[in-house]
Nanobody
Framework: QVQLVESGGGLVQAGGSLRLSCAAS????????MGWFRQAPGKEREFVAA????????YYADSVKGRFTCSRDNAKNTVYLQMNSLKPEDTAVYYC?????????????????WGQGTQVTVSS
């Protein structure tokens, strides 16, 4: 079992930056691919980014490509999402998730464990 706790959300002006962190419990963190998803009010949860178990492969939604960077530190059991050039449409609750496969997925249904989410609000 993996428990995930996100942090780092908050209120930021358009064009600003935030770094989200997701701390994982358990000794098998490095065996999981990790993903970031977001959900805005009234919308479905959507894929943002994913990173393979060793950090060698990353994937991004087109809407965040070039602005967001996903990384991980397996020694610290933590995955990060650096978000730059934020836009009001990035406003959502952001979730991290763990996938037992090694390379991750863009599909919500592929992930086995989820954090509780952290709110990101971008003002115009």
């Amino acid at each position: 079992q993996v428990q995930l706790v996100e942090s780092g959300g908050g209120l930021v002006q358009a064009g600003g930056s935030l770094r989200l962190s997701c701390a994982a419990s358990g000794r098998t963190f490095s065996s999981y691919a990790m993903g970031w998803f977001r959900q805005a009010p009234g919308k479905e949860r959507e894929f943002v980014a994913a990173i393979s178990w060793g950090g060698g492969s990353t994937y991004y939604a087109d809407s965040v490509k070039g602005r967001f960077t996903c990384s991980r530190d397996n020694a610290k059991n933590t995955v990060y999402l650096q978000m730059n050039s934020l836009k009001p449409e990035d406003t959502a609750v952001y979730y991290c998730a763990a996938d037992r496969t090694l390379y991750g997925s863009r599909n919500v249904s592929e992930y086995d464990y989820w954090g509780q989410g952290t709110q990101v609000t971008v003002s115009s």
